[in-house]
């Protein structure tokens, strides 16, 4: 499940499923409007393989490392989330749910830094071209 934020504008959760791409979005579809930072990852736990898209920073920590969900902290423009959420659900490293799962994600129009589980480092990924 492609969960959204709660500050990811609508205009990009709707860009989003008329790209077909299921998401949900806290405050909207799932959990409640001004949900804490410290009450979502209680709530990533209850779902099963969630990948959850963020524009907040405070959420790139390498101890966030879980196998139940993956974490995308995006460092771009608030009307270019949809564009590259697509982006890095079609990356050849991160197309598929078990590839992301275990992750925390910080993802630039440059490149993307990757947190795994029990990882000493963040691995760095160029996107393709």
């Not at 959420?59 to 989330?81: N, P, Q, T």
Request: proline residues 3%; charged residues 30%; aromatic residues 10%.
């Amino acid at each position: 499940m492609n969960i959204l934020d709660e500050q990811i504008l609508e205009n990009q959760r709707q860009l989003l499923r008329s790209w077909r791409i299921p998401v949900r979005q806290i405050g909207y579809d799932i959990g409640r409007k001004g949900l804490k930072d410290k009450e979502i990852i209680p709530l990533l736990l209850q779902f099963r393989k969630s990948t959850f898209f963020t524009l907040d920073f405070d959420f790139f920590e390498s101890r966030l490392c879980h196998a139940k969900y993956a974490i995308i902290c995006m460092d771009v423009g608030k009307h270019e989330a949809a564009v590259y959420i697509r982006r890095l659900l079609r990356h050849p490293d991160f197309d598929t749910v078990s590839k992301r799962m275990g992750s925390v994600i910080r993802l630039s129009s440059m490149r993307i830094g990757v947190w795994r589980i029990h990882a000493e480092d963040e691995v760095f990924i160029d996107w393709p071209l």
